[in-house]
């Protein structure tokens, strides 16, 4: 894995494996100077080359909490520069359920990454026509920064269905796994037998909130309040979503 490059000559502590003691020197010392201009040229400063990307692929059925803890504990840890999120268009696995249409779960995921400076969101799934594979998002991105070390974002239960997914032992070629679990959380294997050094599992804070439970809520008029961000709350109640 690349070390993590920073443009801050004073950060002497050592970096550990995934760059973050870098990092935390490098945002003390900018903070700590006038020129820096702020968080916006602090972020600029900071960018990788290659870049880093993060990929959170996701059905975003809605998006949630849980979602975004996931993607911003992976970004600080791999000190990546952007993490992507790709709401799927028709997700593989769920081709018996019903699943809200693309473009309201595009929408929600935009408007729940909007505050996060190094969240943006890709359209490469929901534009594609077909069943959405993740090896197609991975060439997709690849294609758009055919440089970048690329992380793909996974939380444990997809990660256990990983070898399942279509082209598998491609799949391995085009990015490094990250596996958010929570504390406590047991591997049932899958990672063990990936290829080596492909699938890292990372302890993330619980946040026992799922999609289907907030479907649920909001299909018994409950509060989802905190449990999405306040965008999505509003997003959902105006446009009548998951009412049965
Ligand atoms: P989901 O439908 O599980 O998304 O899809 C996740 C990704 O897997 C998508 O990019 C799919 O295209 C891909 N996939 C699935 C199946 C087959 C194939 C690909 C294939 O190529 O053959 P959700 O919206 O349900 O969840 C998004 C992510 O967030 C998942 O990784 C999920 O495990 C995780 N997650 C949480 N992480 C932390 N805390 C929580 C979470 N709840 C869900 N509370």
């Not at 504990?73 to 997700?91: H, N, Q, S």
């Not at 491609?170 to 504390?183: C, E, K, L, M, Q």
């Not at 619980?206 to 709350?233: C, N």
Request: with cysteine; proline share 7%.
């Amino acid at each position: 894995m690349t070390t993590a490059v920073t443009d801050d000559s004073s950060a002497q502590a050592a970096p550990d494996c995934h760059g973050r003691s870098q990092r935390r020197m490098s945002e003390l010392s900018l903070q700590n100077d006038p020129d820096s201009g702020g968080v916006s040229k602090r972020i600029n400063r900071q960018r990788h080359h290659p870049p880093r990307i993060g990929i959170m692929g996701g059905t975003f059925d809605p998006i949630h909490n849980g979602h975004l803890v996931a993607a911003s504990e992976v970004a600080w840890v791999y000190d990546l520069d952007e993490v992507i999120f790709v709401p799927t268009g028709r997700p593989v696995f769920k081709q018996d359920k019903v699943v809200t249409n693309a473009e309201d779960r595009y929408l929600m995921t935009v408007i729940a990454t909007a505050p996060n400076p190094k969240f943006t969101v890709s359209r490469v799934d929901i534009d594609r026509p077909g069943i959405t594979y993740t090896i197609d998002t991975l060439r997709d991105i690849r294609g758009q920064y055919p440089d970048a070390e690329l992380f793909f974002i996974t939380g444990a239960d997809a990660v256990a269905e990983i070898l399942r997914w279509k082209d598998v032992d491609s799949i391995w070629d085009y990015a490094h796994f990250v596996a958010v679990t929570r504390p406590g959380y047991s591997d049932s294997g899958t990672i063990r037998r990936a290829p080596k050094g492909k699938v890292d599992a990372l302890e993330i804070p619980a946040l026992a909130i799922s999609s289907t439970d907030i479907r649920h809520r909001a299909s018994l008029r409950e509060p989802v309040w905190y449990l999405v961000p306040d965008g999505v709350v509003q997003y959902i109640a105006k446009h009548g979503l998951y009412r049965v």
